[in-house]
């Protein structure tokens, strides 16, 4: 469909002169610094393939250097100056329909990014590059072939043949071998015109998904299942608040109701989205939805292109019914979209780290209200974001907090490492190492929390007090013993770790601070007849060991399971009867608004991972710090204690939810040109603000906690006030009217969640 030029030859005619005759005109939108649409002519020759959502080649520039650009709208009028014309369409069809285009345009406004780059976000690149096809020669029955094989005198062999391709076009090496023959019979019916070729492009990741034979029915649902139940169908009815937040506590059956839920969704011929935070999360849940609907389309960031793209076009053909994915799959391109839920809503991975910064929380939620369709928010700890708003009433809020079949809670206790950590050479205290061999001989499986990767995480000379720092980041080095290298977690610069300090020589350099290689090292030595896995960053690499990792611990293979936070939420294992928080306290004095939130929600979604099963279970958790209100609100299972505690603290400071927050990071090789670009932007926007609404200010610059990294020097400026709006108005007229100097970058952070 698209026409090839060659771009040597190619010259761009000179633009015809406006005319008050209609004419066919694309906008397009290219990748660009600021966020712009160009109109370009339509010839007549592309007038039939150029429709919005493709993407077609224009002439860019005095040069008129062609580039790629999404078309977003086609409209036919009048000119009111001199248009190129677009090259090239380099799609038969739409990528996106119009309600993606006008989310993606949407997502370009609010979080003040290049629309270009959300349209490049919400096309993955295998679809983009066409992944997984490729150019094949199929082999088919001419359209007279019954008249002509009528008059000749055909081998047994070549009736086969015909018989093989009556069913369908197919290559010539799978017809001979259904033909059961070799290439002559082939040959020679392609010599008297019964077979023609014809050139097309084939799917070759398309295997269809591993379903089960027999699908499972329906679970029975207890009191506030059926209640949660109910208050979707309402939703989907049509009744107003179409967004739920089903509160309920681990392992109160928030999936089952999700399955039901979308049952009903796709009874009635409709599609569903079901999002989870964690990549590790999405193979079990793949697997329970598998044994209830067959086919389910997967999408997230470990796929191969030629499976991403295998699995976005089964979406977009509306061949399957329920998508699960990672944060991108919000922008399946689902054509009968009836239902969207995200689960383990409060998670902070749902937002992008990088441009553009959308969260997939707000973009479900702008969805949902486009398309007039329900979105349903879960979570065991729900963010405060949308807490308040279910306390405003703008999202109903049902509650679920008993766990299936009556089962109670585990009992959490915890460890003071102020009196414990002198009885312990270790990670693990004494109480906690007796509970790991109580739930062993018990025959249990234990869970082990520590969100630190690596082996030591401090690399320090007791004589000279150097530390082993990364050259590029203000950050220490962090020990991986697997290959005795020191590496940094941010930007991978890594050396050889020292036998003896690089700056005086003494040999006994200290390695301190524990990660889970060493916690890992130390629960194989202490409980040498137990087998262990760990499961981080690091040890997940590999294409399908997050499924592999976590069938072996289902079967029973593997009695004790270590890892980072991958491990503490959405996982279901009936014979965990032992919960174990190695450290509390890793996030809780980070400076961030938000770290007795996280800490809480870590220490209660781990926790829930226990408990399960006819054993019971117990949690303990070790802490410096057991008196703070978020850890002792974890151990009584208590959000609404903890959220009672919280708000009044982020409404004093006027911290989200009781207001908007823009952060801005200006980084650049050069500090001081970094400071003076930071600074030259706090100062246009408190001129922007000053004359608002009350409640604005511009915090900064200062440095950012983490003053430098990956060789660059950052400086952070945060904006506050009770609306996004006028925040945004004011970072975009900044961007309008300040270039940077050279080497020198800023971005901005609308609803930040990542603070460091």
Same mark, same amino acid.
């Given at each position: 469909?698209?026409?090839?030029?060659?771009?040597?030859?190619?010259?761009?005619?000179?633009?015809?002169?406006?005319?008050?005759?209609?004419?066919?005109?694309?906008?397009?939108?290219?990748?660009?610094?600021?966020?712009?649409?160009?109109?370009?002519?339509?010839?007549?020759?592309?007038?039939?393939?150029?429709?919005?959502?493709?993407?077609?080649?224009?002439?860019?520039?005095?040069?008129?250097?062609?580039?790629?650009?999404?078309?977003?709208?086609?409209?036919?009028?009048?000119?009111?100056?001199?248009?190129?014309?677009?090259?090239?369409?380099?799609?038969?069809?739409?990528?996106?329909?119009?309600?993606?285009?006008?989310?993606?345009?949407?997502?370009?406004?609010?979080?003040?990014?290049?629309?270009?780059?959300?349209?490049?976000?919400?096309?993955?690149?295998?679809?983009?590059?066409?992944?997984?096809?490729?150019?094949?020669?199929?082999?088919?029955?001419?359209?007279?072939?019954?008249?002509?094989?009528?008059?000749?005198?055909?081998?047994?062999?070549?009736?086969?043949?015909?018989?093989?391709?009556?069913?369908?076009?197919?290559?010539?090496?799978?017809?001979?071998?259904?033909?059961?023959?070799?290439?002559?019979?082939?040959?020679?019916?392609?010599?008297?015109?019964?077979?023609?070729?014809?050139?097309?492009?084939?799917?070759?990741?398309?295997?269809?998904?591993?379903?089960?034979?027999?699908?499972?029915?329906?679970?029975?649902?207890?009191?506030?299942?059926?209640?949660?139940?109910?208050?979707?169908?309402?939703?989907?009815?049509?009744?107003?608040?179409?967004?739920?937040?089903?509160?309920?506590?681990?392992?109160?059956?928030?999936?089952?109701?999700?399955?039901?839920?979308?049952?009903?969704?796709?009874?009635?011929?409709?599609?569903?989205?079901?999002?989870?935070?964690?990549?590790?999360?999405? *193979?079990?849940?793949?697997?329970?939805?598998?044994?209830?609907?067959?086919?389910?389309?997967?999408?997230?960031?470990?796929?191969?292109?030629?499976?991403?793209?295998?699995?976005?076009?089964?979406?977009?053909?509306?061949?399957?019914?329920?998508?699960?994915?990672?944060?991108?799959?919000?922008?399946? *391109?689902?054509?009968?979209?009836?239902?969207?839920?995200?689960?383990?809503?409060?998670?902070? &991975?749902?937002?992008?780290?990088?441009?553009?910064?959308?969260?997939?929380?707000?973009?479900?939620?702008?969805?949902?209200?486009?398309?007039?369709?329900?979105?349903?928010?879960?979570?065991?700890?729900?963010?405060?974001?949308?807490?308040?708003?279910?306390?405003?009433?703008?999202?109903?809020?049902?509650?679920?907090?008993?766990?299936?079949?009556?089962?109670?809670?585990?009992?959490?206790?915890?460890?003071?490492?102020?009196?414990?950590?002198?009885?312990?050479?270790?990670?693990? &205290?004494?109480?906690?190492?007796?509970?790991?061999?109580?739930?062993?001989?018990?025959?249990?499986?234990?869970?082990?929390?520590?969100?630190?990767?690596?082996?030591?995480?401090?690399?320090?000379?007791?004589?000279?007090?150097?530390?082993?720092?990364?050259?590029?980041?203000?950050?220490?080095?962090?020990?991986?013993?697997?290959?005795?290298?020191?590496?940094?977690?941010?930007?991978?610069?890594?050396?050889?770790? *020292?036998?003896?300090?690089?700056?005086?020589?003494?040999?006994?350099?200290?390695?301190?601070?524990?990660?889970?290689?060493?916690?890992?090292?130390?629960?194989?030595?202490?409980?040498?007849?137990?087998?262990?896995?760990?499961?981080?960053?690091?040890?997940?690499?590999?294409?399908?060991?997050?499924?592999?990792?976590?069938?072996?611990?289902?079967?029973?293979?593997?009695?004790?399971?270590?890892?980072?936070?991958?491990?503490?939420?959405?996982?279901?294992?009936?014979?965990?009867?032992?919960?174990?928080?190695?450290?509390?306290?890793?996030?809780?004095?980070?400076?961030?608004?938000?770290?007795?939130?996280?800490?809480?929600?870590?220490?209660?979604?781990?926790?829930?991972?226990?408990?399960?099963?006819?054993?019971?279970?117990?949690?303990?958790?070790?802490?410096? &710090?057991?008196?703070?209100?978020?850890?002792?609100?974890?151990?009584?299972?208590?959000?609404?204690?903890?959220?009672?505690?919280?708000?009044?603290?982020?409404?004093?400071?006027?911290?989200?939810?009781?207001?908007?927050?823009?952060?801005?990071?200006?980084?650049?090789?050069?500090?001081?040109?970094?400071?003076?670009?930071?600074?030259?932007?706090?100062?246009?926007?408190?001129?922007?603000?000053?004359?608002?609404?009350?409640?604005?200010?511009?915090?900064?610059?200062?440095?950012?906690?983490?003053?430098?990294?990956?060789?660059?020097?950052?400086?952070?400026?945060?904006?506050?006030?009770?609306?996004?709006?006028?925040?945004?108005?004011?970072?975009?007229?900044?961007?309008? &009217?300040?270039?940077?100097?050279?080497?020198?970058?800023?971005?901005?952070?609308?609803?930040?969640?990542?603070?460091?």
């Amino acid at each position: 469909m698209s026409i090839q030029r060659n771009l040597f030859d190619f010259a761009v005619p000179a633009p015809p002169a406006p005319s008050g005759e209609p004419r066919r005109i694309a906008t397009v939108q290219v990748r660009r610094q600021r966020l712009q649409e160009l109109d370009y002519l339509v010839p007549d020759e592309l007038r039939d393939i150029v429709s919005p959502g493709c993407r077609v080649r224009v002439p860019l520039g005095r040069g008129n250097r062609l580039v790629e650009a999404y078309c977003v709208r086609v409209e036919d009028r009048a000119a009111d100056r001199p248009l190129k014309a677009v090259a090239d369409v380099l799609d038969s069809r739409g990528l996106l329909d119009p309600k993606m285009l006008r989310l993606t345009r949407w997502i370009a406004e609010y979080y003040l990014c290049e629309h270009h780059a959300v349209l490049e976000t919400a096309v993955p690149a295998g679809v983009r590059q066409q992944a997984g096809t490729r150019p094949v020669v199929l082999l088919r029955l001419a359209d007279d072939a019954a008249r002509l094989a009528a008059a000749k005198q055909l081998t047994a062999k070549q009736q086969a043949v015909l018989a093989a391709l009556a069913e369908g076009p197919l290559a010539a090496e799978a017809l001979a071998r259904r033909a059961g023959c070799g290439t002559g019979p082939i040959q020679k019916l392609r010599s008297l015109g019964l077979i023609i070729t014809e050139k097309t492009r084939v799917p070759t990741a398309c295997r269809p998904a591993d379903a089960p034979q027999v699908r499972q029915s329906h679970l029975q649902l207890n009191a506030s299942q059926r209640e949660a139940l109910a208050a979707i169908e309402d939703a989907l009815a049509g009744n107003p608040p179409s967004t739920i937040l089903l509160h309920g506590v681990t392992g109160s059956g928030k999936t089952e109701v999700y399955i039901q839920a979308i049952a009903k969704v796709v009874s009635a011929g409709k599609q569903a989205i079901v999002l989870v935070p964690e990549i590790s999360l999405t *193979p079990q849940t793949v697997e329970r939805f598998r044994t209830r609907f067959g086919e389910v389309a997967v999408l997230h960031s470990h796929l191969s292109d030629a499976d991403r793209h295998h699995h976005w076009q089964q979406i977009a053909r509306g061949d399957v019914a329920v998508v699960v994915g990672a944060r991108s799959a919000v922008f399946a *391109p689902t054509p009968r979209l009836g239902l969207i839920v995200l689960d383990e809503e409060h998670e902070s &991975s749902f937002k992008q780290d990088s441009a553009p910064r959308y969260h997939a929380r707000d973009v479900a939620l702008a969805r949902a209200g486009a398309e007039g369709i329900p979105l349903v928010l879960g979570s065991a700890t729900p963010s405060l974001e949308s807490w308040r708003n279910a306390q405003l009433g703008k999202f109903r809020l049902i509650s679920m907090p008993h766990r299936v079949e009556e089962r109670p809670l585990p009992h959490v206790g915890t460890i003071d490492l102020r009196l414990e950590k002198s009885a312990s050479r270790g990670a693990l &205290s004494r109480r906690l190492a007796q509970a790991i061999t109580a739930a062993l001989d018990d025959g249990g499986q234990v869970i082990l929390l520590l969100n630190r990767r690596g082996f030591a995480t401090h690399i320090q000379c007791p004589a000279c007090g150097f530390a082993l720092r990364c050259p590029d980041c203000d950050i220490a080095l962090t020990h991986h013993r697997t290959n005795h290298t020191a590496l940094c977690h941010y930007c991978d610069y890594q050396v050889p770790a *020292p036998a003896a300090c690089p700056q005086c020589g003494f040999g006994g350099i200290r390695y301190s601070g524990v990660g889970t290689q060493k916690l890992e090292a130390e629960v194989r030595a202490r409980f040498p007849q137990a087998a262990v896995l760990r499961m981080d960053t690091d040890s997940m690499q590999a294409p399908g060991a997050h499924s592999k990792a976590l069938a072996a611990f289902r079967r029973g293979e593997v009695r004790i399971l270590l890892g980072t936070q991958m491990i503490a939420k959405g996982l279901d294992f009936p014979n965990v009867t032992l919960v174990g928080v190695i450290n509390a306290d890793t996030a809780l004095h980070l400076p961030d608004f938000r770290a007795a939130e996280r800490t809480f929600q870590l220490v209660t979604q781990v926790a829930g991972r226990t408990g399960r099963g006819p054993k019971g279970g117990r949690v303990l958790v070790q802490t410096f &710090s057991p008196d703070h209100p978020a850890i002792a609100a974890a151990t009584q299972h208590d959000y609404a204690a903890f959220a009672a505690g919280e708000l009044p603290v982020r409404e004093a400071l006027g911290y989200p939810p009781f207001g908007a927050m823009v952060r801005i990071v200006v980084r650049g090789e050069n500090g001081a040109a970094a400071l003076a670009c930071a600074e030259g932007i706090a100062q246009r926007l408190r001129a922007a603000l000053s004359g608002g609404e009350k409640g604005l200010r511009v915090l900064g610059p200062a440095p950012a906690p983490f003053a430098r990294l990956r060789g660059m020097y950052r400086f952070q400026i945060h904006l506050h006030g009770p609306e996004a709006d006028a925040l945004r108005e004011a970072v975009a007229d900044a961007r309008r &009217s300040l270039e940077p100097p050279e080497g020198v970058q800023w971005i901005a952070d609308v609803d930040p969640i990542d603070m460091l």
